[in-house]
């Protein structure tokens, strides 16, 4: 006799802890949740505005990549913030919503940690992306803060290998509505950080498990740099060591070569 797996039950918006001056809407389906907020944004939205989806059909990642969740097996959404923070601290905005997304999960998952910039991961394998976008909208810059996250996926249902859910992890199954709550709260309670970058900074490293690391540093124009990463400096850029030089990195992306020791 096979097994049949059970359905993932859907989002319950009553039993959703919803944070104070957010406003949740919670839809079946949608291509991108990021590219609604920006489109709502755009057409005078108020900053506060989350939308979640059950299903995200094209879902975006960085640099033109793509994210992929399942139906009801994720949580993928979108917060629309307009920070008070001046421009110049708004790049730690993507850092700061990898770090609330981990502190959300870290009850659950001891072993999770921060991959620079914001890949959200166990050991090497990835649990949830960030994905934030600034925008121009009629009342000034406004910052998109797209949240995938695998909750209940198995991994016949992760798109790449070096993937993992929450699931997977502990092995218990997860109320996702639960979960839902818990990271807003986690983003709405951390959002201020942004007006204190040097403790954000501090609180960022503490859980960055590529500070240490041996990274390779893909560069826009498809260079590669081997290198230690020795820190995150005052702008969220990775601070690396190489045999010839030290270079700071504001955008890229890292792979970590060797394991932790
Ligand atoms: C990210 O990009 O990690 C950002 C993901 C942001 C997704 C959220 S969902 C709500 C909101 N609306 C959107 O449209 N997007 C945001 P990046 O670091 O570029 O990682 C993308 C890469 O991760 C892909 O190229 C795959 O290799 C891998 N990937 C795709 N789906 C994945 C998944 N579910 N779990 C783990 N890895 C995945």
């Not at 699931?167 to 639960?178: A, F, H, I």
């Not at 839902?180 to 970058?197: C, R, Y």
């Not at 030290?246 to 060797?258: E, M, P, Q, S």
Request: net charge negative; with cysteine; glycine share 8%.
């Amino acid at each position: 006799m096979t097994s049949v797996p059970a359905p993932h039950p859907a989002l319950d918006p009553a039993r959703l802890a919803t944070p104070q001056g957010w406003r949740v809407e919670i839809i079946e389906t949608t291509l991108s949740t990021n590219a609604l907020v920006a489109e709502r944004a755009r057409a005078g939205e108020e900053a506060g505005l989350v939308v979640v989806t059950e299903h995200q059909t094209a879902g975006r990642g960085r640099l033109d990549r793509v994210w992929e969740t399942p139906a009801r097996a994720a949580l993928t959404f979108s917060v629309l913030l307009r920070p008070d923070a001046p421009s110049h601290d708004w790049p730690w905005l993507p850092l700061l919503a990898g770090y609330a997304v981990q502190a959300a999960l870290a009850d659950r998952l001891p072993d999770i940690a921060l991959k620079w910039p914001n890949d959200i991961m166990v050991e090497e394998r990835k649990i949830a992306g960030i994905l934030v976008e600034r925008i121009d909208t009629p009342q000034g810059p406004a910052a998109v803060v797209g949240v995938g996250i695998n909750v209940s996926q198995t991994l016949e249902e992760l798109p790449v290998a070096l993937a993992t859910s929450v699931e997977l992890e502990t092995g218990e199954p997860v109320d996702r509505t639960g979960l839902l709550g818990q990271v807003l709260g986690s983003l709405h309670g951390l959002q201020g950080l942004l007006l204190d970058p040097e403790a954000l900074r501090t609180a960022y490293a503490d859980v960055c498990s590529t500070i240490g690391r041996v990274v390779d540093v893909h560069l826009p124009a498809d260079e590669v740099r081997r290198g230690e990463a020795l820190d995150v400096d005052a702008r969220g850029a990775l601070v690396v060591s190489s045999a010839d030089a030290t270079f700071t990195v504001g955008a890229g992306d890292v792979i970590h070569v060797r394991p932790q020791q």
